[in-house]
């Protein structure tokens, strides 16, 4: 079933995209400790540009990420990209688009992440900086250019979350896999 929501969301077609959204939602409500069903709720949101749905999404993420037991007990590899995906959305709905989420709902997400362990949470902020540079990236270029629809196409690219992140499709298909065998 997990496989299936993402071949639904790697459709560009808006029936299969909705489809994504509400087998998602089934998934989240029937088995709520699953991790999948938030990643592909929130990638859905920051698409639609309801940053504040997706990044609550990833704050309930975080605090469902299984957290080691003791010193010597390994965060599940598989679930790693996480932590630089989801830095990367937070930084986009921070200061990309106008309509940043609200500073609450950044602050939960921080908190959540922080609850894990240190290298996992610079994985994050690499993650906030690779936006930012890309952010400084596009202001470059449209200060760079004279022509006004140039400038207009990069204003455009910019506001679209996919110039900043791509939802990951192959690490997720990993993870599902690596948890077959559990």
């Known amino acids: 079933r997990l496989l299936y929501g993402l071949v639904l969301l790697k459709s560009k077609q808006p029936k299969q995209r909705a489809e994504a959204q509400a087998h ?41 990420l299984p957290k080691p037991k003791g010193p010597r007990q390994a965060f599940p590899a598989e679930l790693v990209y996480l932590f630089r995906w989801a830095g990367q959305l937070r930084e986009f709905a921070a200061q990309v688009d106008e309509r940043q989420a609200p500073e609450a709902s950044l602050r939960r997400l921080d908190a959540a992440v922080a609850q894990h362990a240190p290298e996992l949470a610079a994985l994050y902020e690499q993650g906030r900086e690779q936006t930012r540079q890309r952010n400084r990236q596009f202001d470059a270029q449209a200060a760079a250019t004279r022509d006004p629809a140039t400038q207009a196409k990069i204003m455009l690219d910019r506001r679209m979350v996919t110039s900043f992140a791509a939802f990951p499709f192959e690490e997720a298909v990993q993870a599902i896999l690596a948890g077959l065998d559990r």
């Open 24 to 64: 998602f939602e089934a998934l989240k409500n029937e088995k709520p400790d699953l991790v999948l069903p938030l990643e592909a709720l929130a990638w859905i949101r920051f698409e639609r540009r309801m940053y504040q749905a997706g990044v609550d999404d990833l704050a309930e993420l975080f605090t469902k």
